[in-house]
């Protein structure tokens, strides 16, 4: 049985992490609560992505964070990720299990109550559902889904799912009580001040929407 905690999940942005660096970004952010840090980098080849998946693996060894690497399956493999996560324009999900093999964790992006509904759980551990509301840090995104949308489409999925897109600290209540299993987050972490206190911030709120 793969055991992951989806609560506050961040995913890594090269440009907003630029300053403080997507390692020290992602160490401050699990030393704050977060329980799995993604590797996304869509302008990077397998090569460097490599390189800065095993610099983060070996950071986060010592934190309990799990390490999902976005896209590229031949990346995750050679960095030995806890997971690998596509969208619905990356490989199929059955095609990505078929890499990875059994034992990784494998989330699919859905933004539709049909395509989480279509979601087979004997190949896919986890769903990213959104986005929630608009935001900057992907520009192309799909319309967004609001609250009501998460309990949809939350509802929809045979597997837990964690929402995403312009989530921050004050969201927790209402997304955990529409059955998401957590945030993921980029901008409320990436490129703050202090990550380490972003993190902490979200973390006591979803332990606070919990209680």
Known sequence: MKRFDLSLYLVLDPGLCAGTGMVNTALAAASGGATI?????????????????????????????????????????????????VGQNDMAARDARKQIGSSMILGLS????????????????????????????????????????????AGACRVPAVAIGGLTATHAEDVLAAGAKGLAVVSAICGTPDPRQAAASITDAIRKARA
């Open 37 to 85: 840090i993604q590797l996304r980098d869509k302008q990077a080849g397998t090569a460097s992505l490599i390189k800065t998946g095993r610099a983060l693996k070996a950071a986060l060894a010592e934190t309990g964070a799990l390490l999902i690497v976005n896209d590229d399956a031949e990346a995750a493999i050679a960095i030995d990720a806890d997971g690998l996560h």
């Open 110 to 153: 859905v933004e539709t109550e049909d395509l989480a509904a279509a979601i087979d759980p004997a190949i896919v551990d986890y769903a990213g559902i959104g986005p929630v509301f608009a935001t900057s840090t992907k520009p192309d995104h799909k319309p967004p889904i609001g609250i009501d949308g998460v309990a949809r489409l």
